[in-house]
């Protein structure tokens, strides 16, 4: 397998996973911190080095099919369609946890979510490692995702032991995670794999009420700090996608600019032509027709907002249908209650 990294770089960092210590790594979704899932002492070093509250559990990483049959008590038959379909991809999947799966790694819960990255670093390095490897997000909790190493690094330097640079990450959102453990089948987090597809296979998937909840409250400017994930420094606000979209974004926009902010608007670029206020710093977030380069672009942007200063990020926000569903659930998050309608 081609990754493009060193080798000697790749058999010390699958060490270090070996020796119980912390391994950033690309997958196709964004950057992980691995860690060997069996091993409690060093799963707890993840969530000290991240600052991940001890109950949110960790999706277990897998280089093979087969390494899942020993992290799980069985697999219903609708699991192996999907893992057909989509393993290597950005699908996790909720199983019964084995009794070897530590509840560090598992936040206390008798489950566990696997899945299978599609990116030739990050099998490589959990097939040397010879260990399932527990892997979040390699941000300090709360903050966007990292989708670069350099990401990785302004995190989380100095508190893990490596970092390998395989370039960006190719979706830039987090896989979805799927109980299977639930009839018919939850999704608990939009993500790479789209709720259209998993029908196709599955027939009837259930939406988790928490994501249809967060849907319909309509809480304007009252922030629930407690909410606020996947978010830059800056404040977010987020505009739904309903005819006029452009022409709120801009108003609440030269509002905040009024009152002295700076204010930057993320638009997708089709929509970046309608917006003429000249004070307002714009950024095409990707093209509305193509989903997958606003998922790429999103929590890159988010970052690059934080380090021009910006006190507040207007987001014109898009259909929540395909990957639209992932993206604006991410928007939803950072945005932390400061949403439109
Ligand atoms: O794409 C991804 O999934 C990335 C890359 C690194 O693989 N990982 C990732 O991990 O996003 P993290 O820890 O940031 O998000 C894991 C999500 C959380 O929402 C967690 O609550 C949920 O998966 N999760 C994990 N195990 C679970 C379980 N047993 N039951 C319910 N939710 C679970
Ligand atoms: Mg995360």
């Known amino acids: 397998m081609r990754t493009g990294i060193d080798e000697g770089q790749m058999a010390q960092a699958a060490a270090i996973l070996r020796q119980g210590g912390l391994v950033a790594f690309p997958t196709e979704t964004v950057y992980g911190l691995g860690a060997n899932a069996l091993d409690e002492v060093a799963v707890a070093g993840i969530f000290q080095a991240k600052g991940r509250p001890q109950d949110n559990p960790l999706i277990v990483h897998v280089a093979e099919q087969e390494q ?21 991809g950005p699908l996790s999947l909720i199983f019964k946890k084995a009794p070897q799966v530590p509840l560090r790694t598992t936040g206390g819960l008798d489950t566990v979510a696997i899945r299978m990255p599609d990116h030739p670093v990050a099998l490589k ?43 960006p990450t190719g979706i830039g959102v987090e896989s979805t995670v799927l ?51 996947y978010a830059p420094v800056a404040r977010v606000h987020l505009v739904l996608n309903r005819p006029g979209v452009e022409k709120r974004v801009e108003a609440l926009a030269g509002e905040l600019a009024k009152a002295g902010r700076r204010v930057a608007v ?38 690059k907002m934080d380090h021009l200063g910006v006190d507040d990020i ?19 998050k950072a945005a932390g209650g400061r949403i439109v309608s």
Not at 141 to 166: F, K, N
Not at 205 to 217: C, H, K, Q, S
Not at 274 to 288: D, F, H, S, W
Not at 314 to 332: F, H
């Open 179 to 229: 109980d299977l453990t639930s009839t018919p089948p939850m999704v608990l987090r939009p993500g790479g794999v789209t709720v259209e597809e998993l029908r196709e296979i599955l027939g009837r998937v259930d939406l988790d009420p928490a994501l249809e909840e967060e849907r319909t409250v309509r809480i304007a400017r009252s922030p629930g700090m407690k909410y606020r994930h």
């Open 68 to 88: 899942l049959y020993d992290l799980v008590q069985s697999v219903p038959s609708c699991a192996r369609d999907l893992i057909g379909r989509f393993w290597p």
């Open 266 to 303: 993320m638009a997708p670029a089709e929509s970046i032509p309608l917006y003429t206020n000249g004070q307002l710093l714009l950024e095409p977030m990707g093209q509305v027709q193509k989903p997958v380069t606003i998922a790429a672009n999103l929590y890159g942007l988010l970052r």
């Open 125 to 167: 390095l959990i097939a040397e490692a010879q260990v399932p490897v527990a892997a979040p997000s390699a941000n300090v909790s709360g903050r966007p995702s990292p989708t670069t190493a350099a990401h990785v690094h302004r995190d989380l330097a100095g508190r893990i032991d490596c970092i390998i640079d395989g370039g």
């Open 314 to 332: 207007v987001v014109q926000g898009i259909e929540e249908k395909g990957l639209g569903l992932a993206i604006m659930n991410r928007l939803r």
